[in-house]
């Protein structure tokens, strides 16, 4: 169009034109339709009589699609099986950053209330109770702070994976219906899964980094190993969010299981995972609730790096191995229910 | 790998059908939703899939789209077996589902960039990529808003706008129009048919008859899983519908009433409840008779057969049923 009728584009137009003609790859006329008609820019002005007004002559001339993909299909389909499960974290995190404000000040504002209410209000009063010993295990008792940071770590970790893997998952399948836009693309479902736990994972990398930063200016954290808390804790988050993916893939219909897992499994959990007293306090009715918690193992890990809490060394391997048990049944059975439901 | 002699195949491969499906078949629990369809799409041809809600044309579309397995029956997309190279199928296509699944928490630009990634394809081609499909869309001024300011036919034409991020020769629409006012269903066709004239090869399920009428160079009817008739629009109209319709009124209790008395006027007579159908090649001579037989009609209208008569002989009068 640059060529034939220059006299007819208006500037405007004309710049646009030589826009995306820079833009284009070299191989072909920039105006061409299809890159194997090399004579189709001859043929399309051809069809333009003289007295068509710019507005048509300019519908007419125009390339609808005038970038080509600098892609075959089968290279496109070969990058996707190979870095799919990055493409849909890329999306993931784009998503995240339109709610970026609210999941800084979550990350935030999360810690310091609680480690007011537990270092400054509770703290005061357990301390100055002698009755209360909360051993490291060596004899030593540890100021409760200190006791409690790991659980509210680990805690802080579980309440983000709990909201992220029960209303997003179902609205990806069911509100929204945002999953079934990938899945027209060369993208697998279980690269969806993938991508959203990895998304997962960096937004829980996110809170309890700065979760320990305050942890820290509030002196709650007395070895120099606690910072593997960071760790240790996002991986309660993934061994908690990973299953309750599955589960969530699978509800077909919304009749407020979210608000019963939050009321029925995260509360319970959150009270009775040796979170705010050692677990061996409690009657025995109720400890199995610590045992297959993995905000008790991840509490006690915690424990074990932030204050030299001293259990025996099967006992923190089993913490471990507990957890990464959870993240690969989860994850397997994710993988399982969302290439079920979206191949339907 | 077999892939790679395909890259080198596909080009050559042009005369060859885009789509190939023979009998297939798609069961859910003991439901046939499509119950033994053959067809062949050629490049660069408008393929249409016409039939009443629940037919099975969504289904047969996500069977092509290297979304949903079949059941039985062989399917092949650009040579390919989606069942067994779903990725590789699906990176040749563009989208358009029934209903639009943008992603709303994104900005307009952000969901076609997106959505582009998923074809690994660099960000130096999508930023300007997507540019230019918004101009295309006519969406350029929304391009930094959310999606959710969008209207229905701005959310529509953004949806087609994503499909074609990866530059496809085939492109599938699943009622790419139903819901719009009949401004954005004309802007929507301008902008298909345009592709159309570009190469892109559309297959396209729709129960508006004009719409099929307006794109489809061939098309199908679909009813209970099963094909009804197959052809161009004027060869189906041909076949199963005479040149010209006459429509008469008589008021809705009269029209059962004088029908008996309408018999051997034109080729073939239909009793609606609100008015009745004579199907003749002249519609004004057939007319003619009927006030020949001194019967009095509210109104009369002769109008020219239409892909309607077509389909609603073939799926049945949804009023009557």
């Known amino acids: 169009m640059t060529e034939q009728q220059p006299s007819q584009v208006p500037g405007g137009q004309e710049a646009e034109a030589a826009s995306h003609a820079s833009a284009e790859p070299a191989a072909g006329p920039a105006q061409a339709p299809e890159p194997d008609a090399a004579a189709a820019a001859g043929s399309v002005d051809a069809r333009v009589p003289a007295q068509l007004t710019l507005r048509e002559v300019d519908a007419l001339t125009r390339p609808v699609t005038g970038l080509r993909s600098p892609l075959t299909p089968l290279q496109s389909a070969e990058r996707a099986r190979n870095f799919g499960s990055f493409y849909y974290m890329e999306h993931w995190l784009r998503q995240l950053r339109g709610y970026g404000w609210t999941v800084l000040m979550t990350a935030v504002g999360t810690p310091l209330v609680y480690l007011f209410a537990m270092g400054v209000g509770l703290a005061t009063l357990v301390d100055a109770n002698t009755d209360v010993s909360l051993d490291a295990g060596n004899g030593q008792a540890v100021p409760y702070l200190v006791f409690v940071a790991p659980a509210l770590l680990a805690t802080a970790a579980i309440m983000v994976a709990s909201e992220e893997n029960t209303y997003s998952v179902m609205s990806g399948f069911k509100w929204r219906k945002t999953y079934y836009g990938p899945n027209a693309s060369p993208l697998q479902s279980q690269q969806l899964v993938n991508g959203h736990s990895m998304g997962v994972l960096a937004r829980l990398l996110l809170t309890t980094g700065l979760y320990f930063l305050c942890l820290v200016l509030f002196g709650a954290v007395v070895e120099p190993t606690g910072w593997v808390m960071i760790f240790t804790a996002a991986l309660a988050g993934m061994s908690f969010g990973l299953p309750l993916m599955a589960y969530s893939a699978g509800i077909e219909e919304d009749r407020g299981q979210f608000a019963l897992v939050q009321r029925f499994i995260v509360m319970p959990l959150f009270l009775f995972s040796g979170t705010f007293f050692p677990l061996d306090a409690m009657p025995l009715l109720v400890r199995w609730i610590g045992w297959v918690s993995p905000l008790w193992h991840s509490t006690e890990l915690g424990r074990v790096l932030s204050y030299g809490y001293a259990e025996p060394l099967w006992l923190t391997a089993l913490h471990v191995a507990y957890l990464a048990v959870l993240c690969v049944v989860g994850w397997i059975f994710a993988r399982r229910v969302y290439i079920r439901r979206l191949g339907k | ?321």
């Open chain 2, 1 to 321: 790998m077999p892939q790679t002699s395909l890259s080198h195949r596909l080009p050559q491969q042009a005369p060859a059908a885009v789509i190939t499906a023979r009998d297939v078949v798609k069961t859910y629990g003991d439901f046939n939703a499509v119950d033994g369809i053959s067809f062949d799409v050629q490049p660069g041809e408008s393929f249409g899939l016409l039939g009443p809600n629940g037919a099975g044309k969504s289904t047969t579309m996500r069977m092509i789209g290297g979304v949903s397995q079949r059941t039985a029956g062989e399917l092949s997309i650009m040579g390919l077996d989606p069942d067994q190279h779903g990725p590789e199928v699906r990176a040749h296509l563009g989208v358009v589902p029934q209903q639009d699944n943008l992603d709303e928490e994104l900005k307009v630009r952000d969901n076609l960039i997106v959505y582009g990634r998923y074809f690994g394809l660099p960000y130096s081609y999508l930023r300007p990529k997507a540019d230019e499909l918004l101009e295309f869309a006519q969406l350029t001024d929304k391009a930094k808003a959310k999606v959710d300011a969008l209207s229905g036919g701005m959310k529509r034409r953004l949806t087609i706008a994503r499909s074609l991020m990866n530059d496809p020769k085939v492109l599938l629409l699943d009622e790419p129009t139903t819901g719009l006012d009949p401004q954005a269903r004309h802007i929507l066709w301008d902008r298909l048919f345009r592709l159309k004239e570009a190469g892109v090869t559309l297959i396209l399920t729709t129960h508006y008859m004009d719409e099929a009428e307006q794109l489809c160079d061939r098309l199908i009817v679909v009813d209970k899983g099963k094909i009804m008739a197959e052809g161009s629009p004027a060869a189906l109209i041909r076949e199963h519908s005479t040149r010209e319709v006459l429509e008469l009124r008589f008021g809705s209790e009269r029209n059962t009433t004088v029908a008996p008395e309408l018999g051997g006027i034109g080729e073939r007579l239909e009793t609606l409840p609100d008015r009745v159908l004579i199907y003749a090649d002249d519609g004004e001579a057939a007319l003619e008779q009927v006030s020949n037989r001194g019967l009095r009609p509210i109104t009369s209208l002769v109008r020219r057969s239409s892909l309607e008569d077509v389909f609603l002989r073939l799926t049945g009068r949804s009023l009557i049923d």
